[in-house]
């Protein structure tokens, strides 16, 4: 253990013994209360919000993957005109 000096009022010094410190974890997040009134916080926010009904979130869900696919087929299209323009430029072997 460490020894720790100090000096006390008329000039002479005390020597103790220092114990270590055990570390405590800090709990993640708080204490039981304070972790109820978040969930019930998140709880009565997640009611305001107004969520898109099924057909709406259908609708964008195909719009997204149609538009996906557009641009899949034109990067596939500039890519084989690329390639052809590469094998006519380079000479064969």
Known sequence: MAKVEKTL???STE??????QKKVKASKGGTKEQKRSR????????KKVSW???????KQTAMV???VVIF??????????LSLLVKLITPKA
């Open 72 to 81: 899949m087929l034109v990067t596939l299209g500039f890519d084989y005109v």
């Open 9 to 11: 009022a008329k000039g």
């Open 39 to 46: 969930t019930k916080e998140t709880m009565s926010e997640l």
């Open 15 to 20: 020597v103790k013994d220092k114990k270590p």
């Open 65 to 67: 993957i149609s538009v």
């Open 52 to 58: 898109p009904s099924f057909g709406k979130t259908m």
